[in-house]
């Protein structure tokens, strides 16, 4: 069956360090975003990417980069990462005119 | 500016009875609409949209939901509740046929079933 992963699941850190999160999905979806959600706030759109080499900013993507090589992948940095950025991470993937799949996330703490 | 507010917080409601969450947008056009469930540490499930035609749309898990255009609402309903029902709900709305693709979600609704 098509999926969507995320990993790793947990991840602890200090600030300062660059991280990469991975968001990996199957379903050859064109569509791929990432979100962050925080207590409040629901999810909020960091950055998203309609195809290979396409890649956009969201609402709330300072400190944050993605790349987007293939298909199936669109990791997500933190170049520096800020205590603000401790989250859950969600990825997601969609194709034209459906809905939204998401990952099962990512929890990060920056200590 | 486009936005999607989901009022209520939390909601309790017993095993059996019936619930509504509501959700109100605020968009130019008519959007594409979601509701989805996230159970806790787990993502989100999608569990019904509304692209067009019929405004009573049913979903999974024994949900409904509702499109009023002159209300700006998408409310979804379930008869009787359920006790593995309690999880975090959240509305979503996207653009439409010439939409970007792109979600707004509500900041969510929790909810609590006693037994």
């Known amino acids: 069956d098509a999926e969507i992963t995320q990993s790793p699941r947990h991840k602890i850190t200090e600030t300062g360090r660059q991280v990469t999160l991975a968001c990996h999905q199957t379903w050859n979806h064109n569509n791929m975003f990432w979100y962050r959600q925080d207590l409040g706030h629901g999810l909020r759109l960091i950055h998203y990417?309609?195809?290979?080499?396409?890649?956009n900013k969201g609402e709330v993507s300072d400190g944050y980069s993605v790349s987007r090589s293939n298909t199936e992948d669109l990791p997500l940095t933190l170049e520096s990462a800020a205590s603000s950025q401790t989250s859950v991470y969600f990825c997601?993937?969609?194709?034209?005119?459906?809905?939204?799949?998401f990952g099962p996330g990512t929890r990060l703490t920056v200590l | 500016a486009q936005s999607v507010t989901q009022p209520d917080i939390h909601i309790t409601v017993s095993e059996g009875a019936s619930l509504e969450l509501r959700c109100n947008y605020s968009?130019?056009?008519?959007?594409?609409l979601f509701w989805y469930v996230q159970s806790p540490g787990q993502g989100l499930q999608l569990l019904l949209k509304?692209?067009?035609?019929?405004?009573l749309v049913q979903g999974i898990k024994g949900f409904e939901a509702e499109f009023k255009r002159s209300q700006s609402s998408f409310n979804l309903r379930k008869p009787s509740v359920h006790w593995s029902d309690a999880a975090e709900y959240f509305c979503?709305?996207?653009?439409?046929?010439?939409?970007?693709?792109?979600?707004?979600f509500g900041t969510g609704t929790r909810l609590k079933v006693l037994a």
């Open positions: 997601a993937s969609s194709d034209w005119g459906s809905e939204q799949f």
């Open positions: 979503a709305v996207e653009g439409g046929p010439s939409g970007t693709y792109k979600y707004i």
């Open positions: 968009y130019g056009a008519t959007p594409y």
């Open positions: 990417s309609y195809g290979v080499q396409d890649t």
């Open positions: 509304y692209f067009s035609g019929d405004t």
